[in-house]
């Protein structure tokens, strides 16, 4: 077991981030995902798996969808826990271990419930306020998939649309600034779930443009993926934004305590 590691500290200064660090990260992830293909394709087949089920519920139940969405990008990271471990075990130069990816979280059951709990409230929220819009603006009952399609790109419904997504937007602004290092600083760092959102939160806040460049490349990844026959693009995406996310932790944060990567990245451009 490693020693734990510490939460970064309220008044401790941010990292500079430039607009070619989010790309860096995705080199570094692609890296990782490189040096344990079996795993990461693991990982991969759960990220698919989600999608299936996402699927499943828009054609069944399409007032559901955006709440769905929301759960994933909730769920999204907990599946990638055992990538965050494939990164670290690679940055330490530990041999990678399948079972030990699949077990990681079990030494922080503590934070990593909080977590859960605050994330689950969330997405009861998103949820219900889908389906407030959902009865505004379509009084005679709940939209069957075509009936939703239709009012998407119908222009008398832009109030619809415009709502939807303006409520949406919201919601997964929160999650991602709330969530988007979080769970890995849980995980290399052993703090607890409150410490680590604020830090998350600190990090969007004080690098704003930065981490909106990393949200949409994540958005636009993922979307590319889905857009796939099947979404059989989430197999590689999927487990190449998890290490990515690694990546990102250490950019937003530094290296944790007493941890320095074993080799650096040489050949790739220096910060500016």
């Known amino acids: 077991m490693n020693p734990p ?32 293909p079996g795993i990461s394709f693991f990982y991969g087949l759960c990220f ?19 709440s769905f969405i ?35 979280w079990d030494r922080h059951l503590g934070s990593m419930g909080l977590l859960v709990l605050v994330m689950a409230l969330l997405e009861l929220l998103w949820g219900r306020a889908s389906l407030v819009i959902f009865a505004v603006f379509f009084d005679t009952g709940m939209p069957t998939t075509a009936t939703v399609l239709q009012a998407v790109f119908d222009p008398a419904n832009a109030a619809f649309v415009a709502a939807y997504l303006a409520v949406g937007g919201f919601f997964a602004a929160l999650v991602f600034a709330s969530c988007v290092i979080t769970i890995p600083m849980i995980l290399d760092r052993d703090t607890d779930a409150i410490s680590a959102a604020l830090a998350s939160l600190r990090v969007v806040v004080g690098r704003p443009g930065v981490m909106l ?17 099947w979404a059989l693009g989430l197999l590689l995406v999927g487990p190449w934004l998890g290490h990515a996310s690694w990546h990102a932790l250490r950019g937003c944060t530094g290296p944790a305590p007493a941890v320095q990567p074993l080799r650096p990245e040489a050949d790739e451009p220096s910060p500016a």
Do not use: K
């Open 48 to 66: 698919w798996g989600m999608a299936a089920l996402l699927g499943a519920i828009f054609r069944n139940a399409p007032e559901y969808t955006m």
């Open 70 to 104: 929301c759960g994933c990008f909730l769920v999204g990271p907990f599946l990638a826990m055992g990538l965050y471990e494939v990164s670290r075990r690679r940055e330490l130069g530990l041999p990678q271990d399948f079972a030990a990816s699949l077990t990681y």
């Open 213 to 229: 460049l990393w949200g949409a490349l994540i958005v636009g990844l993922v979307l590319g993926a889905f857009l796939l026959p």
């Open 5 to 36: 590691s510490h939460a970064v500290r309220p008044d401790a200064a941010l990292p500079h981030l430039s607009p070619a660090d989010p790309f860096r990260w995705l080199v570094r992830g692609a890296r990782d995902l490189g040096a344990a």
